[in-house]
Structure formats: structure tokens, C-alpha cells
């Protein structure tokens, strides 16, 4: 009864509020704000309301005492409703543990609306351990927690750095289309679209288009999306996700592999001094240690060898031989067990794509390269590209593939033909690595893969 009777009313006398988002709490100690946001966590505990209070900015912890505390309304108050709330930001005495070191001792508060208790709690919607696929029925509400957010402020922030790197290194960016009629990545990844009456596909890689540009604009890169019908489930495969792709041109292979291990060390280590991405992949892989150039590099026939010393079979169970595609499985504990990153190089030219170019000492190998990075495996691949017309025809050929539909990439090789090559970076895959994610599912916003197109 004496809680109805409480009503909560601003005092007037108070110095007038300033409205800040909680990532500036830290430099208004002192001074009274006005905060507007969502209730993360809710905990009464003698007489005192304590308020996690979340803004996509940051978290603050703010204490409702007194009539605030005891007010009917208060005794409404959920998790996940939106509330704006008024006090002085106060310091905290060393060891207590609110985030920041600073709580908001409020003196006023309103609700913007609250959200639903009983059933339909937002607790018993994305409780903690339930079974994944629940959670991502509801991932428009999982993405409010602290881990999923944190792994989607470190990917602006990845692709905020990358981006840097490419634009120091005068590397336009560019924006080719995701609705095609050719093929990259073999036509059995291929999710295919009616285009008015014509057979088209959501693009496996915007590598064709990239090349066509070195002659316009000189080195390019794209941060676009790729689609891929992966047929398998597995932890680290989408059929959708974000590939950052550059193409390079007049460069050699040593010089194209000295350029990715640049990219990818800069790129983390612009994400580590990022003020706020660095301190969440701390805090999301604590023990993480950012790649060191230069990388190991290691031949395809001497992973071959490792591999059979180590007893580690191919897919058929049996020793790995001359030709054998290293499956994901066995290329992550390879890699896991070397433990540091791995330029894996010079791949058979049976397995890998008909653009590659062939190795000038052994036609049998490619200017291939895959980079292999502990507890995910493979983040990108790449290579040089084959520059001969006649050459790359019969790649075409090898591959089954109707060169017609190319004669856009293939005029590439007619009008000023380059030494070029080029690489495919997965986001969601650096992140896995960089956030030590067990899956790249937890790394896209809305992941896409094999029986799964919502939300
Ligand atoms: O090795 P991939 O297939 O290479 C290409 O697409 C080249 N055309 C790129 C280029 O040279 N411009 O893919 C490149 C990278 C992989 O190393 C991996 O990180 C990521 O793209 N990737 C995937 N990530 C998530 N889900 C999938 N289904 C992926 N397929 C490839």
C-alpha cells in the first residue's frame, strides 16, 4: 500500500541534466546526466535497486535508494525495458566492481516502456544454455547480449581497420555486383536466381570483376557480400558472408605473399588499438597474440609430409598422397598443433581453381595460397592468376566451364595482359579466430547456412 501511495516526481531545485550516452559517463564524473537506455540486469538487495543499464554504448550501473527504490513503479520494472535515467555520476572507492569504476546514484527516473514479465520474459526467450537453435530463432533478442554484441563491435571495427590499411596502401575501393552469370568457385556452390527469364547466381566472389578493374583503377579491393549452397554443416561454413577480396597487379609471389601477411597484422593490430574493440577482444580471447610477420610458409607436398608423420589420415582414412585435397579437419589440427599462423602454399593444380597460375619450377603446382590461423583453420585464400589467354582457356576447358559468358575476363588477357593475383579474406572466419568464437555462426549478424534463412 505505501509503495502505491509513492509518487516519483524530478525535483526542480536540481541543477538542470545534461543527456549523454554511457560511453561519456567516464568524463562526467561529478555532474548530473540524464541517461537513456535498456535494463540489463535488475537486482534489489536491501532496500537499494541496482540497474545494469545498456545503450549500445556501453554498460553503467545505476542504484535507485530510497523513494525510487520503494515506488510501485519501480516495483514494475523488467528486464529490457527502456528507461531514462536521471543522477550524478559518482567514482567508485577502488575494488567495487561496477563497470568503469563509476555507478549513476540517480535522483529521478521514467520508464519509455516496459517490457513483458511472466512467459514471455526476455529471460525465458534467450536463457542462458539453451539449445542453439532456439537462440537463433530469437537472435534479434540474443544480439542484445554482451558477447554477441561485443563480437559485432569488434567486426565494425575489423572492417573499419581493414578498410584503413587498404587506403594507406592506395588501394581503391570498388563495389561489384552480387547478381552474376558466371561462376568462381566451382558450380557446385552456386545458389541460382531467375533474372528475367535468364539463369543467374548470387556471386561465390567478386575476384572476375575485381580483375577487370586493375587496368581502370589499379589495385582494388571489395568488401561484399558471397554466397556459397554449402551442402555440409560445419562450424566455420555460411552460405552467406562478408568477403573482403583485393587484386594486386605487376607483382610477383613472393611480393603477393608479403602483402597479405601486411594486410592481415596491420588490420588486427589497427582492432587491438581500436579504445573500444580492443578492450573487448580482451576481454572475448584474453590469451589471443596477434600475428607476427613473417608468417610460416609451408609447402602443400611438406604438409603432406607432416601430416603422414603425424598420423593424421585423409578422407578416405589413408596416408595423404600427392593430389589429396587436405579436408578442414585435418588442415585445423595441423594447424592447431604447429600453433601459429601458416602461409599453406603451392597447391596441385587438380584442386584448385581454373584462374590459378601454374608454378614456373613445376607445372604440376600453382601460385596458390592458403593462410591458416590456429583454432579455425583456413581464413583466406588466394593466388596468382593465370595471365595467358590460351592458358586460361584451357583452364576453362579443364574445368568444364563454357567460356563464353567470361568473354569479359577473358578480354583481360587480349587488351594489356599483367602479371596479377589476387586473395579472399572471411570476416566472420578472422573473427572467429580473433574472438575465439567456436563457430563463424556467432560471428555474422543474422547467419545464413544450410536450412536456415531467418530472422
Ligand atoms: O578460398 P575461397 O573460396 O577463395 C575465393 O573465393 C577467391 N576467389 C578469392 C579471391 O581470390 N579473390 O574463399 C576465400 C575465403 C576463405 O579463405 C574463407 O575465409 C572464406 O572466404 N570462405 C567462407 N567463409 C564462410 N563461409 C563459407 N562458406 C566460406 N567460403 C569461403
Redesign the pocket.
Known amino acids: 500500500m505505501e509503495a502505491m501511495k509513492i509518487q516519483i516526481v524530478e525535483d526542480a531545485s536540481l541543477p538542470k541534466a545534461s543527456r549523454i550516452k554511457i560511453r561519456q559517463a567516464g568524463e562526467s564524473v561529478a555532474t548530473r546526466v540524464k541517461v537513456s537506455g535498456w535494463i540489463h540486469r535488475l537486482r534489489v538487495q536491501k532496500g537499494l535497486v541496482f540497474i545494469v543499464l545498456r545503450d549500445g554504448s556501453g554498460f553503467l550501473q545505476c542504484v535507485l535508494s530510497g523513494d525510487l527504490a520503494n515506488a510501485y513503479q519501480t516495483s514494475t520494472l523488467t528486464v529490457e525495458s527502456s528507461v531514462t535515467v536521471t543522477g550524478v555520476v559518482n567514482k567508485l572507492p577502488e575494488g567495487k566492481s561496477a563497470a568503469g569504476g563509476i555507478e549513476l546514484v540517480a535522483d529521478f527516473y521514467s520508464i519509455i516502456a516496459l517490457a513483458p514479465s511472466g512467459d514471455d520474459a526476455f529471460t525465458n526467450k534467450v536463457a542462458e544454455g539453451a539449445d542453439p537453435s532456439l537462440l537463433l530463432d530469437q537472435r534479434h533478442l540474443a544480439l542484445r547480449g554482451e558477447s554477441l554484441s561485443a563480437v559485432m563491435k569488434v567486426r565494425a571495427a575489423l572492417l573499419r581497420s581493414v578498410r584503413r590499411v587498404y587506403d594507406e596502401t592506395h588501394i581503391t575501393e570498388v563495389t561489384p555486383p552480387c547478381m552474376v552469370q558466371t561462376q568462381?568457385?566451382g558450380g557446385s556452390t552456386l545458389f541460382g536466381l531467375q533474372y528475367y527469364g535468364e539463369e543467374a547466381f548470387l556471386t561465390?566472389?567478386s575476384?572476375l570483376y575485381?580483375e577487370t578493374c586493375l587496368p581502370a583503377l589499379g589495385d582494388v579491393y571489395c568488401i561484399q557480400e558471397s554466397f556459397?549452397a554449402?551442402k555440409s554443416h560445419t562450424r566455420?561454413?555460411?552460405s552467406e558472408?562478408t568477403?573482403i577480396?583485393a587484386e594486386l597487379g605487376f607483382l610477383d609471389f613472393q611480393d603477393f605473399l608479403s602483402h597479405i601477411e601486411m594486410v592481415l597484422t596491420k588490420s588486427i593490430q589497427y582492432v587491438l588499438e581500436d579504445p573500444v574493440a580492443g578492450p573487448l577482444v580482451k576481454q572475448l580471447n584474453p590469451d589471443f597474440v596477434p600475428p607476427q610477420m613473417p608468417f610460416k610458409r609451408m609447402e602443400y607436398v611438406d604438409a603432406l609430409e607432416w601430416l603422414n608423420e603425424h598420423e593424421i589420415p585423409n578422407e578416405d582414412g589413408e596416408k595423404f598422397k600427392f593430389g589429396d585435397d587436405i579436408a578442414e579437419a585435418a588442415e585445423r589440427l595441423m594447424t592447431d598443433t604447429i600453433g601459429v599462423p601458416i602461409l599453406l602454399m603451392r597447391f596441385p593444380l587438380e584442386i584448385k581453381s581454373f584462374y590459378m597460375k601454374r608454378c614456373a619450377d613445376d607445372p604440376r603446382l600453382t601460385e596458390s595460397v592458403?593462410v591458416l590461423m590456429p583454432t579455425v583453420g583456413?581464413?583466406?585464400?588466394?593466388?596468382m592468376r593465370i595471365d595467358d589467354h590460351e592458358e586460361l582457356m584451357a583452364g576453362f576447358k579443364r574445368e568444364g566451364i563454357d567460356p563464353a559468358t567470361y568473354y569479359w575476363y577473358t578480354d583481360q588477357r587480349k587488351y594489356g595482359s599483367i602479371p596479377h593475383g589476387?586473395?579472399?579474406?572471411?570476416t566472420?572466419?578472422i573473427l572467429a579466430w580473433l574472438c575465439k568464437r567456436y563457430t563463424?555462426r556467432d560471428c555474422s549478424l543474422y547467419p545464413r547456412f544450410t536450412g536456415r534463412c531467418k530472422p
Open positions: 568462381v568457385e561465390q566472389s575476384q575485381l556459397r554449402e566455420r561454413h555460411l558472408y568477403h577480396e592458403d583456413e581464413i583466406t585464400g588466394g593466388s589476387g586473395y579472399g579474406l572471411g566472420e572466419r563463424v
